[in-house]
């Protein structure tokens, strides 16, 4: 139902700063949830952050103050602005969108790779 493509990943100092985007595509209009979520091996999948149709974010204790996520309505557009950037943060990222009616789940993209290295 929603395509999702993320870009913006790559490689960065501790205490830099990444954007991470992603664009949605499809029934957009449905979508009432988008969010950021990152994975590292043998890891579970955990939440970054996430935002909801009226703005509201929501965002995982360790990324408080780092990081910030905003929603282009207009565009279809999920932004995730990474900030003090620690090894911590590296993982595989991904973006994710709910629509109204769909599965609990949401639709994902492909994943975009963060790596913050000296």
């Known amino acids: 139902q929603v395509h999702l493509v993320e870009s913006g990943g790559g490689l960065v100092q501790p205490g830099g700063s990444l954007r991470l985007s992603c664009v949605a595509s499809?029934?957009?209009?449905?979508?009432?949830?988008m969010g950021w979520y990152r994975q590292t091996p043998g890891k579970p999948r955990e939440l970054v952050a996430h935002?909801?149709?009226?703005?509201?974010?929501t965002y995982e204790d360790s990324v408080k103050g780092r990081f910030t996520i905003s929603w282009d309505n207009a565009n279809d557009q999920v932004s995730l602005q990474m900030n003090s950037l620690e090894s911590e943060d590296t993982a595989m990222y991904y973006c994710?969108?709910?629509?109204?009616?769909?599965?609990?789940?949401?639709?994902w993209g492909q994943g975009t790779q963060v790596t913050v290295s000296s």
């Open positions: 994710n969108a709910k629509v109204a009616g769909g599965d609990a789940e949401g639709s």
């Open positions: 499809g029934k957009t209009h449905m979508i009432h949830d």
């Open positions: 935002i909801n149709y009226v703005g509201r974010p």
